[in-house]
């Protein structure tokens, strides 16, 4: 089941065409790496942080912090193979195997760096590693490991730790109508008291002006996404979704200088919009059929969707978890803490209203049934994780309401993010004969329905 | 009305085998039977509502056949024995079902209960911030006064100060009762088995808070005019993890010759050891299930603004209400259990192992999938833990 | 107070899941004699039988064994035994017996297998894969099956190479699949044996840096016959392995050992209730249910 050299390159077409804006936003975050890396052997302090949707990322960016974000290098190590030793190590030092792959691969860096390489970078991290950290930025939302597993890292480093909350909810209980504002004050306290103490630990004033710079360059980056977003519901699908996993950091957790990003986000819309003028496709192969992806991917084997695409299945949106939604006003909120909670908290929260006028209990079954039907899917890839349960406990009912409200069908392909010994692609090929017939017939069945795909 | 038959520590085996049996009767007469799933949906409110709070546990011996529709395999099998037995039509006593934001899927399975579930028509889930900081109690505290007015139009009736007041003291002198039913485990050989214990507690969560108050005393007044004492062991254990709310484990560990003579687990200390403080208000009740429940879900912050994060500091604040049970049960031996999947003690594991063992306190760990057949395999691995104690 | 210095002699009897053993010691736990058989599904008919072999192997009569102790998945099933005591603290004992300066001890048997830390001939910490084929002989088996070859023969022709060829898969059965493949893309048959030791002793190693690997380590375990395992062991830990002559009876040796350490106790505390005069038979009507 290994991945072997697909035979005489040369003659063979490459399955998916890849945006050629996507190459600086990657370049980018790798940039980013060696930079950080760099700053920290000057001694500058390392901020290890969580995903924390945009809650920490800016305070920490305004206070001038060098930041790595041990999620996104996880899914480096699975994509270049070497993840293998981290979890090992991690599982070796009594941590459950079960745990989120992200987690394992943290807590085996951890401890190879700490308890085998005296406090050094173990030598065969790719990238150059992750620097020692002198804070950790924990952060409650999505899921426990994140805030668990930092909290366990104190067994190998002292650097202080902060865990920033996020409320996740259901819902009914979502559209409470005083909900907003307390909700609201209470990030905005955490994200002050969280600012507080930065000054306190860094020794100097947080840089207002820097964080409002930092809120409007967010906003712009996050709009200039959400059109992107919008631009890729062309027929046929421009912009492949291995191309927005290479290219999310800069927008997920804002990685590099974010005028630059800005920029290269903007060329990015330029060259979808300008693929949707020419009905260019994200595919060398004509596009048989339209793919939502959920979750989160398989990093170990992303070559893996060249074999899908041969096939003219297009994989036009993905990971809803990854996007953001369209920014919304804060010209009218004068606290910059206030800006920020209400910048994190409306990716959360926006699609509450409409799931409360469908209802439907779940937020991301709502989600998928907008994206769904914006897209004009003709099927969901469901990759429920081994490790993974937050991102892989809502699909069944996703795939039920898929399936209930819009007659998509779903293939359902067990896996891990980081883990490759426990994701089959010959099987997986072998299924996708079968459901491309699935998904033919409920073409049929939504046609006769008036649905117009 | 209706009168128990049997009482005590008979009366607990009874209603721990069929859990049920008591609200069914209530609920005939009349009675809302409001079902909760963790220990963070507030009890007082819904006894100060004349509602009957039911704790809603999954079922060991009931193999899982229909959670397989709406959830996925690799999540907590507790959870998902409770949403298999919803789907069976199990829990059709219940008039509602309350759950909290403690963990990832305990908040999915409310969520799920609402779309495939057609028993417990009324639900709600309170969202419960990750931390212990003072603007997270706060923001709790909103989240209790949310559900409250949910569930004051479900009880058709207002919550007053007076009423929550009476139902906070009732529930806090249930949980000084069970203290005092603790008591009576730290004598060596303790007074009862770690079996009629979790019995005991099982069957007070199933029961109105006065009716539950009133079997404690029975139970207690018994155990102390008991002749035949159990017999000494060797081993003094406290066992820790999540839920487990099925004799078999205690079972297994006192055959092998050990007392389990305190826990830390949700269906014991966890559920009973803090008292909701005066004045008995919103505030406090978020304080008490925030704060003061000692459960790994919850991020205690042990240097909340510190500088730097002392490893051993950081778990003595974490862990040392373990040290007092320790000392003050004279406990000589540690089983950590947990069910397969859960992350939030799963990640606790190898600190709290290391803790111990500056303690001076063997410790092992063991996983299950709450299920029987996954005890035999347990039973082995327990008797040499034991036999390393000698 | 029975003289138990002179004539009695202590057995330990294993009924692993596949295979079972037992061995007979004189009052120095100086042992006379083992046998060894498969399991099969009768445990207390076998164990019967089994106890009759040791006796006449060793030429005595059970009139001459003081105490007996039962271990293994199916030491509930020996009626006669005296007490029963887990197998993980048997092999601790018994390997600590043969090589006494041990640390750490490895076994893998038929369907399991164990990592044992021990400290001064006793155990005090353990873990064991009782969940998964792929870290335990049942691999090999399978796999024996799978290319038609001998257990033996297997060991034999992976020590011809020195170049493994690396087995993915976690699992026992996709593991078949793979080790096909690579067989059809043109790998040898040696280096795919020996990839499929190391893909053993990588599970288990695995388990037993959770519990820091100390030296000397000794390996158990009918698996350890194999010159093939023993070598895979040795490259994946990094450090040389100690094998008994006879791996496969280490818990019943310590279970004999133990047996003895058992009835010198009680006999110093007065408890020692003398040798009934038991008869072996196929149901366990005389000796009361020992099988609590």
Request: hydrophobic share 40%.
């Amino acid at each position: 089941m290994s991945e072997t050299a697909t035979p005489a390159k040369t003659e063979k077409k490459r399955a998916i065409n890849r945006l050629k804006s996507m190459y600086p936003l990657r370049n980018l975050v790798q940039q980013d790496y060696i930079d950080t890396l760099q700053a920290s052997n000057e001694g500058k302090p390392t901020v290890w942080s969580m995903l924390n949707y945009w809650e920490g990322d800016l305070p920490l960016k305004a206070m001038g912090l060098n930041i790595v974000y041990p999620e996104n290098y996880a899914t480096l190590l699975a994509a270049s193979g070497a993840a293998e030793p981290f979890l090992d190590a991690s599982d070796s030092d009594g941590f459950p195997n079960h745990m989120c792959g992200y987690g394992r691969a943290t807590i085996g860096y951890s401890y190879r760096m700490m308890k085998e390489n005296g406090g050094k970078i173990p030598p065969e991290a790719p990238l150059g590693g992750m620097a020692k950290p002198a804070l950790l930025l924990g952060s409650g939302i999505i899921c426990d490991a994140r805030f668990k597993w930092f909290q366990a890292l104190a067994r190998y480093f002292d650097a202080p730790e902060w865990c920033l909350e996020m409320p996740m909810m259901a819902t009914f209980e979502g559209t409470e109508p005083d909900l907003e504002e307390y909700q609201v004050k209470f990030l905005t306290r955490e994200i002050k008291d969280f600012i507080e103490f930065l000054e306190k630990l860094l020794k100097k004033k947080m840089d207002w002006a820097r964080l409002e710079e930092l809120i409007v360059l967010a906003t712009q980056i996050h709009e200039t996404n959400y059109q992107i977003n919008e631009a890729r519901k062309a027929i046929p699908g421009p912009m492949h979704s291995t191309d927005f996993w290479s290219s999310m950091p800069p927008s997920l957790f804002f990685a590099g200088d974010m005028k630059v990003s800005l920029k290269l986000y903007q060329d990015m819309l330029a060259e979808v919009q300008e693929r949707v003028k020419n009905k260019e496709s994200g595919i060398n192969y004509p596009e048989r059929y339209r793919i939502i992806f959920a979750e989160l991917p398989p990093w170990h084997s992303l070559k893996f969707f060249d074999s899908l695409a041969e096939k003219g299945w297009n994989f036009v949106f993905e990971s809803f978890g990854y996007h953001n939604t369209r920014p919304i006003d804060l010209s009218k909120v004068n606290d910059p803490c206030e800006k920020l909670a209400r910048f994190a908290r409306n990716f959360w929260f926006n699609i509450f209203p409409e799931a409360k006028k469908d209802n439907i209990s779940n937020p991301v079954v709502e989600t998928y049934l907008k994206i769904a039907r914006g897209f004009k899917a003709d099927g969901f890839f469901m990759h429920p994780l081994i490790s993974c349960r937050a991102a892989s406990c809502s699909l069944r009912t996703v795939q039920h309401f898929e399936q209930e409200k819009l007659d998509i069908p779903s293939l359902w392909v067990e896996g891990d993010i980081i883990d490759k010994r426990v994701f089959n692609p010959q099987e997986v090929l072998a299924k996708a004969e079968a459901f491309e017939q699935t998904m033919d017939h409920y073409r049929k069945v939504r046609k006769s329905k008036g649905l117009d795909w | 009305m209706v009168i128990a038959t049997t009482k005590g520590l008979s009366r607990a085996h009874e209603i721990y085998t069929d859990r049920g049996l008591r609200v069914r009767e209530l609920r005939k007469a009349g009675k809302k039977i409001v079902g909760y799933v963790c220990l963070y949906p507030p009890v007082e409110i819904i006894s100060a509502l004349g509602l009957v709070p039911f704790r809603v546990f999954g079922d060991m011996s009931e193999p899982i056949t229909a959670a397989d529709q709406v959830s996925i395999t690799v999540v907590c099998p507790f959870l998902r024995s409770i949403i298999d037995l919803g789907l069976k039509g199990k829990f059709n006593f219940l008039d509602g079902i309350v759950g909290a934001h403690t963990c990832d899927i305990g908040m999915t399975l409310i969520i799920s209960w609402r779309d495939y579930v057609k028993d417990a028509p009324f639900t709600h889930l309170i969202d419960v911030p990750h931390t212990d900081h003072a603007p997270a109690v706060d923001y709790f505290e909103g989240q209790i006064n949310s559900f409250k007015r949910h569930i004051e139009e479900f009880a058709g009736e207002k919550l007053t100060d007076d009423k929550l007041k009476k139902a906070c003291e009732l529930h806090n002198k249930q949980r000084k009762l069970v203290r005092e039913l603790y008591d009576l485990r730290k004598s060596d050989p303790p007074l009862l088995t770690s079996i009629e214990n979790v019995e005991v507690l099982i069957a007070i969560s199933s029961l109105p808070v006065d009716e539950g108050n009133e079997l404690l005393e029975d139970v207690i007044r018994e155990i102390k005019s008991r002749s035949i004492k159990p017999p000494r062991k060797k081993a003094r254990l406290l066992v820790w993890g999540p839920v487990f709310d099925n004799t078999s484990l205690y079972q297994l560990i006192e055959n092998a010759d050990a007392n389990v003579v305190i826990d830390d687990t949700c269906v014991g200390t966890r559920a009973f050891w803090a008292d909701v403080k005066a004045p008995y208000n919103l505030h406090a009740l978020a304080q008490r299930y925030l704060v003061d429940i000692k459960c790994p879900r919850t991020y205690r912050d042990s240097c909340h603004q510190e500088l730097e994060r002392n490893y051993d500091k950081d778990l003595d604040s974490r862990f040392n209400y373990i040290k007092k049970a320790i000392t003050d049960w004279k406990v000589n031996g540690a089983i950590l259990q947990s069910v397969k999947y859960c992350d939030t003690h799963g990640y606790e594991v190898p600190n709290l192992r290391h803790y111990l063992d500056t303690l001076g306190i063997p410790s092992i760990y063991i996983e299950h999938d709450y299920s029987e057949r996954s005890l035999a395999p347990i039973k082995t691995r327990v008797e040499a833990f034991l036999e390393t104690l000698d | 107070m029975h003289n138990l210095i002179s004539h009695l002699y202590f057995a330990g009897i294993d009924i692993g899941s596949t295979m079972s053993k037992a061995a007979v010691v004189d009052d120095e736990g100086k042992m006379l004699a083992y046998v060894v058989g498969p399991t099969g599904a009768e445990h207390r008919l076998y164990a019967n039988k089994l106890m009759e072999d040791l006796l006449s192997k060793a030429g005595l009569t059970l009139a001459d064994i003081a105490y007996i102790i039962s271990t293994g998945y199916g030491r509930v099933n020996v009626p006669f035994a005296d007490k029963q005591i887990t197998e993980l603290t048997c092999h601790a004992k018994g390997v600590a017996a043969l090589f006494p300066e041990v640390k750490t001890a490895i076994d893998i048997g038929g369907q399991d297998a164990k990592v044992l830390k021990i400290k001064n001939g006793r155990l005090v910490d353990f873990l064991t894969n009782d969940k998964c084929a792929a870290g335990t002989g049942r691999f090999l088996e399978v796999t024996a099956e799978t290319l038609g070859l001998e257990l033996n023969e297997m060991g034999r022709l992976s020590l011809q190479t020195d170049s493994p060829v690396k087995i993915n898969s976690l699992c026992t059965i996709f593991a078949q699949q793979e080790i096909i493949s690579r067989l059809s893309e043109g790998e040898l048959l040696p280096d795919i044996l020996a990839g499929v030791y190391i893909a053993i002793a990588t599970r288990v190693v695995k388990l037993a840096r959770q519990l820091k690997v100390e030296m000397p380590v000794v390996f158990t375990g009918g698996v350890a016959k194999n010159a093939g395992m023993v070598k895979a062991m040795e490259t994946v830990l990094g450090v040389p392995v100690l094998v008994p002559e006879e791996p496969l009876i280490t818990g019943c040796l310590g279970a004999a050992i133990l047996a003895r350490d058992e009835a010198f106790k009680l006999v110093q505390r007065g408890e020692y209730e003398g040798h009934r005069d038991k008869k072996l038979t196929e149901a366990r009507i005389d000796f009361g249910d020992k099988s609590k």
